[in-house]
T-cell receptor, first 112, second 111 residues
């Protein structure tokens, strides 16, 4: 089983709609979680950190469910510019504090 | 400007050649990483380093080598032993337990 798993998609979303997707992780000791955005042929860029209490940044909301070991990302009022691949990242301190575990990414395509 | 810089942006390698990809950061981060990304795929960890003069193999280290002689620099050498090196290579750095910041990547092509 992979340490971090994501639905690859694509999630085809009409402009203005809401889309949500999850990322599951296998190590219950994982303590830091992030969502990154990657555009085609570009480097990943940090979208937001995921806190235990959940957090919101404009149209983006991230949640952490420790009991079920997943994090989620919700995008409201989708824009065409939200089309990208969204990567979740988990840091496992019991493995190696510096080893980031990336999911393979979820592709989102926002259509007019 | 603080950041992480990779060079070159594009690199062409002949069969049997070793090539070195540069990665420099001025963010004062302890940890640095090298990832490989193939088209339509996720990131796979090649090597990572938590501190100067120390580094660890990632999931796909065969055919690659690294050094960490300075905190700011973490070069990656793609050796002739790497049979399929054509890919997008990404370098990143982070503080302990923190988010990673990426360079713009190097596209390596075997010709």
């Amino acid at each position: 089983r992979k340490e971090v798993e994501q639905d690859p998609g694509p999630f085809n979303v009409p402009e203005g709609a809401t889309v949500a997707f999850n990322c599951t992780y296998s190590n219950s000791a994982s303590q830091s979680f992030f969502w990154y955005r990657q555009d085609c042929r570009k480097e990943p860029k940090l979208l937001m950190s995921v806190y235990s209490s959940g957090n919101e940044d404009g149209r983006f909301t991230a949640q952490l469910n420790r009991a079920s070991q997943y994090i989620s990302l919700l995008i409201r009022d989708s824009k065409l510019s939200d089309s990208a691949t969204y990567l979740c990242v988990v840091i496992n301190p019991t493995d190696s504090w510096g080893k980031l575990q990336f999911g393979a990414g979820t592709q989102v395509v926002v259509t007019p | 400007d603080g950041g992480i810089t990779q060079s070159p942006k594009y690199l062409f390698r002949k069969e049997g050649q070793n090539v070195t990809l540069s990665c420099e950061q001025n963010l004062n981060h302890d940890a640095m990483y090298w990832y490989r990304q193939d088209p339509g795929q996720g990131l796979r960890l090649i090597y990572y380093s938590q501190i100067v003069n120390d580094f660890q193999k990632g999931d796909i280290a065969e055919g690659y080598s690294v050094s960490r002689e300075k905190k700011e620099s973490f070069p990656l050498t793609v050796t002739s032993a790497q049979k399929n090196p054509t890919a997008f290579y990404l370098c990143a750095s982070s503080i302990r337990g923190g988010e990673a910041f990426f360079g713009q990547g190097t596209r390596l092509t075997v010709v």
